[in-house]
């Protein structure tokens, strides 16, 4: 089995890709603006509901639950989704849910496939993987339009495009839907993508979406969005592909209580985003004549076994915990080499692939705990992530390079000198005569040997000249007489 | 692909046999709202607050007969006057003097010519501004509420409810094919997060409250 996470593992490590987005004032600039914009959205709308910790209790006690029993809660969902007329098919891997994908369009003899956002889509690479076999997808969510018109890669789990402005978004506009004159009004570029869109979702004959919920109970499904383009891509073809990731499943309708109530106040701010579809199955003289579900595995079942990592599963992408994240505010999306950024990209992407890719990703933390905070699962993303850290460097003391790899031998260095208080004070004093060598603009820079790898990374301030401890006995020795 | 099925089922039983049994579905803590806490006067309130902030008209009228020159203003506030309807829509809630099209299975195509459907709904929700669609009777198919860019949604004032987990379970939600729910006309913030009215559903949502 591979397990592939978009292109994470040919993607450049996180400290190399922050440095060039920190060089990069327009992101930054429009990274800011959109997540600040978000988070104060949420902050009021969080705060006018008055049982919100009590739908986090219950949205997480639900995950949990779901995920401790997932086999009885996905065979019950196959179950009823077959009885309304769906057909579910099981993918253990991303080439395996391509080829199947694949196959179901080649089988109705399509050419070309609407899109309507998905993540788990952009996760196994599908569209590369159509496009290799002549089929042409459409993305039709606004900002994955421009994410795919612009040959880009989205920066956001909610919102891909944002990191581009209007001016970017005219400009790739005006090329792809060849309209010299568009301006950069929001809404004529609104206004363009519908006519754009218009005709393909009135001609084109087979949909691909993904899926919010999928629900056991009544094997029905439900997606969340905004534009209306969800409801065309879910309605008007004759077929429709649901690629959905297994942990997408809940057990009971009455489930979406809880988490459409969460959802859009944690991922847009809104009290409701403008449409929920909700389906079971194929349904006479309404909708798609054929519906397929595509369940996908593609690493998720590796995060069961240790009940911390299964937390991760819970996560229902509303990217609250990016806006949060004062990392991912500072670097946006790209950095992280993954589709699935911030701090649940951290903890998600590096243990989708068994830590192979992307094992930089839980440094790119600060470990504040915003995102915990916010998390409308309370998903405790600030624990994962040390726990994936301890993970890392179990891993690499494992082997021989990183047993003599620089950051671990001066973590042992530290670990050795931390024992004994003569011999941290004498490493201490060491530090204080010969720092002055690598001091610039009161940072420690380029240290030599084991502390160059911290420093590589990380500003290091120099050490005082008096340490605390040398403070703390002379004060002792000056004082006349002494607390007791 | 029986044997993916196999596999994965097999993966989740091999990750979770040695995890304790966790707390049963019973037993998970619901003590959220699950009732609201207005009065209907104040909830009715509460939904047309929400329903114009999202930019929504409202054309409110008490008696069920009202409901056809309701439906006139409307369609006079937009300067229109033709209306797509579902084929079980009610003639009587159908002002006299405008062209109408019922909707017997209508191809795409003409659909995509119809500038403004008016239809029912199963509920309403107050505290997000949310109308329930299911998709029976004169609600219609889900088409013919997606291609017009006007929807002219009637509600009657017994069908709102203050908080979602009310309107759901009054309407069976679980035992339906297909639900809608629309809280205000399409949009997207995608551009600069600034909010922009009407993407690639209706761009205009009128609501009509009687009885
Ligand atoms: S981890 Fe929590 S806050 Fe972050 S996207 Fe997932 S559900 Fe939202």
């Not at chain 1, 050419?111 to 002549?134: C, F, R, W, Y």
């Not at chain 1, 489930?255 to 009290?271: H, I, M, N």
Request: net charge negative.
């Amino acid at each position: 089995m591979s397990v592939r996470v978009g292109k994470t593992s040919t993607a450049a490590e996180f400290p190399s890709a922050a440095k060039i987005a920190l060089k990069n004032d327009q992101l930054r600039k429009n990274v800011h603006h959109a997540t600040n914009v978000i988070r104060n959205k949420r902050a009021l709308r969080v705060e006018e509901m008055p049982d919100w910790q009590l739908l986090r209790d219950a949205a997480s006690a639900i995950k949990a639950h779901t995920l401790k029993n997932l086999d009885t809660y996905l065979i019950e969902f196959e179950r009823n989704c077959e009885l309304a007329g769906g057909k579910v098919h099981w993918a253990r891997d991303a080439d395996e849910a391509n080829s199947i994908a694949l196959d179901l369009i080649r089988q109705y003899n399509g050419t070309e496939v609407i899109k309507v956002k998905t993540m788990t889509s952009d996760e196994i690479q599908l569209n590369p993987a159509l496009e290799h076999a002549g089929i042409t997808p459409y993305e039709t969510d606004l900002a994955d339009m421009i994410v795919q018109m612009g040959n880009d890669e989205p920066s956001h789990i909610v919102v891909p495009a944002l990191h581009r402005n209007r001016f970017e978004v005219r400009d790739i506009f005006r090329e792809t839907m060849d309209l010299p004159d568009l301006t950069e009004q929001p809404e004529e570029l609104t206004g363009a993508a519908r006519t754009y869109l218009r005709e393909r979702f009135l001609n084109v004959k087979i949909g691909i979406s993904g899926a919010n919920f999928a629900i056991a109970e009544t094997g029905g499904v439900c997606v969340v969005e905004s534009e209306g383009n969800g409801r065309m891509c879910l309605t008007m073809p004759d077929v429709l592909i649901s690629l959905i990731g297994v942990e997408k499943v809940i057990p009971r309708f009455e489930d979406l209580d809880v988490f459409l109530q969460l959802l859009p106040r944690s991922a847009t701010g809104e009290r409701m985003n403008p449409y929920n579809s909700l389906w079971c199955g194929v349904h006479e003289g309404d909708g798609p004549k054929a519906f397929h579900v595509i369940l996908l595995d593609n690493g998720r079942t590796k995060l069961l076994h240790d009940e911390m990592e299964r937390e991760t599963l819970a996560c229902i992408r509303c990217g609250a915990c990016l806006n949060a994240c004062p990392v991912y505010r500072e670097t946006g999306g790209h950095a992280y080499g993954s589709i699935y950024s911030g701090p649940i990209g951290a903890i998600l992407s590096p243990q989708l692939q068994s830590l192979e890719h992307s094992r930089s990703l839980p440094y790119a933390s600060t470990l504040c705990g915003a995102c915990y905070e916010v998390c409308p699962v309370k998903i405790n993303i600030p624990e994962i992530l040390i726990h994936l850290r301890g993970r890392v460097v179990r891993e690499d003391q494992a082997t021989l390079s990183g047993k003599l790899g620089v950051e671990n031998l001066a973590m042992q260095g530290a670990a050795m000198a931390f024992k004994s208080e003569s011999r941290y004070e004498a490493a201490q004093k060491l530090v204080q005569i010969g720092q002055g060598l690598f001091e610039r603009n009161g940072q420690l820079t380029n240290l030599p040997g084991m502390a160059g790898a911290w420093t590589k990374f990380r500003d290091l301030k120099p050490i005082p000249k008096q340490s605390f401890r040398d403070w703390w006995k002379s004060r002792e020795t000056s004082k006349p007489g002494g607390e007791a | 692909m029986s044997n993916a099925r196999e596999e994965i089922l097999g993966r989740i039983r091999s990750a979770l046999k040695d995890a304790p049994v966790g707390p049963s579905y019973e037993e998970i803590p619901r003590s959220y709202d699950r009732k609201g806490k207005l009065d209907h006067e104040a909830s009715l309130h509460l939904l047309k607050d929400r329903l114009l902030d999202y930019d929504s008209d409202i054309v409110e009228v008490t008696h069920e007969s009202e409901i056809a020159s309701a439906v006139a203003e409307a369609l006079q506030r937009a300067s229109e006057q033709q209306v797509l309807v579902a084929e079980a829509f009610p003639a009587a809630w159908l002002p006299s003097g405008i062209d109408v099209v019922r909707d017997t299975q209508l191809t795409t195509q003409q659909l995509d010519g119809l500038a403004t459907v008016v239809t029912t709904c199963e509920a309403a929700v107050s505290a997000t501004g949310t109308i329930i669609l299911v998709h029976e009777g004169a609600q219609g198919r889900r088409a013919i509420t997606l291609l017009p860019d006007h929807h002219i949604c009637i509600v009657a004032r017994s069908q709102v409810f203050e908080l979602w987990p009310e309107a759901v379970a009054a309407i069976d939600a679980r035992s339906r094919y297909a639900i809608t729910t629309i809280s205000g006309p399409s949009a997207t913030s995608d551009i600069e997060m600034t909010r922009i009215r009407g993407v690639h559903g209706p761009r205009r949502l009128s609501v009509i409250l009687y009885g």
